[in-house]
Structures are given as structure tokens and as C-alpha cells.
């Protein structure tokens, strides 16, 4: 079975841009989590989507949102970006039927914003 | 609220020698609990987890963490260190109403010497 996917694995983009990053689950799992990874603030979570609605949001300004679409592919976007928003991206797949599964995690989008 | 914490940031070993990384949770039922290891520059790759049942919990390359709910303790431990265990280790704790969303410890970094 194939692993989770995240495209683009790197991207430069200036501040007051946006960026659009994806994410493909394992087939099969219907429940997305983003979490962003920096050295200063470690993995925090962004939210987490199952079945194409968002059931659980984390502590970040409206900026960042996200979707998912019926075959469980999820994409976030930034927008107006930040210095301080580069980061290792990383988004993470499971069943997603209690909330609690096991999370799968893809090798991670590094944003770096000049 | 949940919570995780990883009291050694770095530790250093001698290849072949003995390892265990802590870790301790905060939450108020039975948790279930993660150790993921990262490579630079890669995303996270499950190590072993806990739900119920026994509490020595054997996982990937070698590893096994024992759950002490009277600690809130989640140790990883390896008997034999090898030089491609020098990552970053990351405990995680999900459960109840969090839906999706992993607590992260702050990781520790394994250093291995030769």
C-alpha cells in the first residue's frame, strides 16, 4: 500500500504571498491532520478533516485553512504568509472512524518564506 | 488537557550500549500512545503504540516502550544501539475528545558515537 504523499516537497515563496500545499492519504484512510513543525515551537496541529468536514482545529490565525475532497485527498492553504509561517509542513493519515487511530504521517512540505 | 513531556532533549550513547528515552503524559483516562522516530529533513515514522491490553509493547528496528499508568509513563527503550538510530524521537499522546489532533512531546535527539 502506497504511503501518504505531500506535494510539492519544497517551496520558496515571499511574504504577503500564498501557498497551497497537498496531501494524499493512504488509500483507504478517510481522516487528514496537518501539523506544523518548527525548531521553536516543535509539531503543533493545524486541524483535521474527515470526510470532507473539519472536525478538530488548532490554535492558528484564520490565515491557514484547509479542505478535503470526497476521495480524502486534503489540501491547506496560507495565505498573506509570514516569515515566521516557514516550516516543515507535515500532514498525516488514519481511518479517522473514532479520532483516535493510528496517524500516518507523509515526508513533509518545507515552506520557506523570504 | 492532554499533555506530553520528553525530559531529555539530547542524550548521547556508544554504539551497542543501552538506551531509554522518557517519556511522561498528562490525561485523565486511559490514553493511547505513540513513539515516532524523524530523520533529517524526513517526516515521522511510527516506532510502536499503545491502546490497551499488555503493557510492554515491542515495535519497529528493535525498539519496545512499557506503559506505567501509576508514572503516566510511556518509556522507549532499545537493549543494543546501532549508529542508524541517531534521529529524533517523539513520544505522542491522543484520546478522548481530541479527534484527530496528536500532543507531541518536544523530542529528544539521539546522538550515537562509534
Known amino acids: 500500500k502506497a504511503g501518504v504523499t505531500q506535494t510539492p516537497r519544497y517551496l520558496i515563496k515571499t511574504r504577503g504571498q500564498q501557498v497551497t500545499l497537498s496531501c494524499s492519504p493512504i488509500?483507504?484512510?478517510?481522516?487528514v491532520s496537518w501539523y506544523q513543525q518548527t525548531p521553536g515551537q516543535g509539531l503543533q496541529f493545524l486541524f483535521e478533516y474527515f470526510s470532507e468536514t473539519q472536525r478538530n482545529k488548532g490554535n492558528f490565525p484564520g490565515r491557514f485553512s484547509g479542505r478535503q475532497f470526497s476521495n480524502s485527498r486534503s489540501e491547506m492553504n496560507v495565505s498573506t504568509l509570514e516569515l515566521g509561517d516557514s516550516a516543515l509542513y507535515l500532514c498525516?493519515?488514519?481511518?479517522?472512524?473514532?479520532?483516535?487511530?493510528?496517524?500516518?504521517f507523509g515526508p513533509g512540505t518545507r515552506l520557506l518564506v523570504l | 488537557a492532554q499533555s506530553v513531556t520528553q525530559p531529555d532533549i539530547h542524550i548521547t550513547v556508544s554504539e551497542g550500549a543501552s538506551l531509554e528515552l522518557r517519556c511522561n503524559y498528562s490525561?485523565?483516562?486511559?490514553?493511547?500512545l505513540f513513539w515516532y522516530v524523524q530523520s533529517p529533513g524526513q517526516g515521522l515514522q511510527l516506532l510502536l503504540k499503545?491502546?490497551?491490553?499488555?503493557?510492554l509493547v515491542q515495535g519497529i528496528k528493535g525498539f519496545e516502550a512499557e506503559f506505567k499508568r501509576s508514572q503516566s509513563s510511556f518509556n522507549l527503550r532499545k537493549p543494543s544501539v546501532h549508529w542508524s538510530d541517531a534521529a529524533e524521537y517523539f513520544c505522542a499522546v491522543v484520546g478522548g475528545s481530541t479527534l484527530g489532533r496528536l500532543y507531541f512531546g518536544r523530542g529528544t535527539q539521539l546522538t550515537v558515537w562509534p
Open positions: 498525516a493519515s488514519s481511518g479517522g472512524g473514532t479520532g483516535a487511530e493510528t496517524q500516518y
Open positions: 499503545y491502546f490497551s491490553g499488555d503493557t
Open positions: 488509500s483507504g484512510h478517510r481522516s
Open positions: 490525561y485523565g483516562a486511559t490514553p493511547y
